[in-house]
């Protein structure tokens, strides 16, 4: 086993692991907001092997440095109690829940019995360089609509937050 | 390959961050102590031997690993206990990108004196130090304090705020110099532009005067000289990411005793004052590195200094020398920065929560925004002038 | 080289992940992680298979990054939904004092 292939089987057991740590952990919801950053974390390291390399960086500098850190002030400015799982009077859903846990394993089965290697890649793919031009020239609507976005954002949230509009 | 990264990782650990860190913490109770009139750490003695105090790292390594480690009731446990280490790696493996000397060919080996040289070296700072808010936020809800609580989100907040202003105000830089990397970037520092020579560019068909390309009229092509503002701001906001005064405010110590770690004792408190002081040799060594030129001796190119003492010495002799007076100038201007922020925190008093935010939200951030738009006016206006 | 089908099932699987946590749990908070965790997942398929044909399906051509400029626009969007989810959050719980989803039901048929 060359050794990309060892680390992404690492990172792919740790992502796992600590999604569903987030999911079914119950009790703390501070430590579910860590399991969900060790996700993150180890889908950044998937995107390096994958030679995304720009995107690896804003995956750790965005989800990890600004969005799950916004997680865990809201848990603790709110101080929660603890959660609970939801009670069986939806009993559909656990019928859903199983049909579709069989489709992802077959599906999964099919998936994973295929083994396609990549193609080798030109110079810079997935560099900084690369991204940044062809963001700033054939994607530059997508660029211009997210500040738009963005800037929608901010404003919905501080009207939401705040405690009263004067 | 693995043994060339091995051997300068341990160099690294040893030389910049194992030699320095501990030296800082007798180095700023002996200036705390000049500034305030007193005489400082001087007792700590073996067999009589004091050395100015330069013992008091070593017995302060002792006292804090025999003390007891207490973890609070009612705390979380794993994550009280975890949360020093988190606060401390990101510290440690941000060096791996910064070059502490020059790119240089022995016979048919290039080495580059750079543990990783990565296309991206500047972005994986920024993320590895967008981690490291997660060892203040979880030793701060862990503890189960209210002081720590406070002092954790103080400084979740803070260091969200701070990051994207700290990303902005290099932004200029790269433009500069258009690069990412490190190393390629100190090497673009190691030349010189001529203050006037801009002239030329704006005026067609000027010739500027000999004398202006001479020694005076001549500057190192340093980062502070051509982003002077990105510098102060970026300065500020990496400050600000460390959270050292005057950007104390998480760990208030006449407000909120000691913020995120008011309860950790023994060694695991030691992990966050060596985190603290660790995180300045590497503030020291970026900022050097992106805006006092690194590497570099100023005036004299790499090219300049092994053509002359080549004749005299041969080649491979002046190369060697030339590692070495390259690693010493680095070691110099990381000493003089790591100064610089001593006598910051030792200087200024410490800002109210609100102005923190303030200078963030409503100084530094449209201040950069505005030098990223007059650099690209600049750099179309003067093409590759300056 | 990593093979690009695992890379695929692994996104499955944790795209179903985050569908179960949004099904099943009532803390508003965790349900709004459970979807960035289902965004994640959908980054992932979209890196790996800007990875197995970096020319688009056609195969000829230059290499383009098409893929991961979704990624980056599914990161964006994904940061100003949480502002504003997270800012409902904090709504919610200053009217209700909860932030369970199961409280807010009035509008429920």
Known sequence: MSAPLFLFYVFAALAVVSALGMVLNVRNTVAAAMSLVVTMVSLAGIYVLLAAYLVAAIQIMVYGGAIVVLFLFVVMLLNLHSDEFLPARQRWLKFAGALLGVFLLVEGLRVLGGFHEPPPLPEGFGGYRQLGLSLYTDYLLIVEVISLLLTAAIVGALILAKREID | MPVEVIVKTLFILIVVIGALAPVMTWTERKQSAVMQDRIGANRA????????????????????????????????????????????????????????????????????????????????????????????????????????LLGAM????????????????????????????LQTMAIEQDATFRILGFLEYLIPGLQLP????????????WGIFLQPLGFLMFLATIMAENKRPPFDVPEGESEIIAGYFTEYSGMRFGLFFMAEFIEVVVIAGLVTTLFLGGWTIPWVSTADFIGVVTPALGEGVATGLCVIVHFLMFMTKVVVMIWLQMSLRWGLPRFRYDHVMDLCWKGILPLSIANIFVTGALLLLLGDAS | MVPI????????????IGLVGVM????????LMSIELMLNAVNLAFVGFNRLWPQGPSGVGEASLDGQIFVLTVISVAAAEVAVGLGIVISMFRNRDSVNIDDVSLLRW
């Open chain 3, 24 to 31: 099943t749990r009532r803390n508003l908070i965790v349900m």
């Open chain 3, 5 to 16: 089908d695992h890379v695929i099932g692994l996104s499955a699987l944790l795209f179903v």
């Open chain 2, 154 to 181: 103080r400084a979740s907040a803070q260091m969200i705020s701070y990051e994207v202003t700290m990303g902005l105000s290099v932004v200029g830089i790269f433009m500069v110099f258009g690069t990412l990397q």
């Open chain 2, 45 to 148: 003695d073996l067999g009589g031997i004091t050395v100015l105090g330069l013992l008091h790292p070593l017995a302060d390594v002792v006292k804090l690993l025999t003390k007891e480690d207490v973890v609070p009731l009612g705390a979380n446990r794993i994550m009280h206990l975890l949360a020093p280490l988190i606060a401390a790696v990101p510290a440690v493996i941000a060096y791996g990108v910064i070059p502490f000397a020059g790119v240089y060919t022995f016979g048919q080996d290039t080495i580059s004196m750079v543990v990783s040289n990565a296309d991206w070296g500047l972005l994986y700072i920024f993320a590895i130090g967008s981690i490291a808010t997660y060892g203040t936020v979880m030793a701060g809800w862990s503890s189960n304090s209210n002081w720590s």
């Open chain 2, 210 to 221: 000999a004398f202006l390309s001479a020694f005076p009229f001549v500057l190192p092509k």
